[in-house]
């Protein structure tokens, strides 16, 4: 791990909230030349600290209007059943995310949908029909406010 200053603290922080901001800019913001801030930036880069950018789609203008989390237990925990799961399950384009998790349910689940209705037939023809589930617990997402996370 590379240490990190306070300017590398802040650049983080500048990336965070917007990543698409030129080397130009963000020198501009910390004091820094156009070079520098390149150098800097890249250095975090090839470190792994930052790993890359994603692009951040607005669902509901897309038609997804519902987001559901959802807690899954699998009826068996042999490896086999495990990995048939993770396979399946990276199929459905309607499920954004897939943490294997330590507690009451062995995976967490982000999925999209159009409306509750559309969520319904995505459950009952597809996440329930996944090998070894077991048990699924539904918590539909009623706002979200993103955080950056922890810089330091």
Known sequence: MIELDTTDRHLLRELARDATQSASALGRKLGLSQPAAWRRIRRLYDSGIIKGQRLDLDKEKLGF???VFLGVKLATKARGSTADFERAVAAIPEVQTV???LGLYDYR???VARDITDFERVLRRRLMMLPGV???EANVLLSEERRPGPIG
């Open 65 to 67: 209007g519902v987001t």
């Open 99 to 101: 943490e294997h998790i």
């Open 109 to 111: 689940l982000r999925v």
């Open 134 to 136: 077991g048990e699924i």
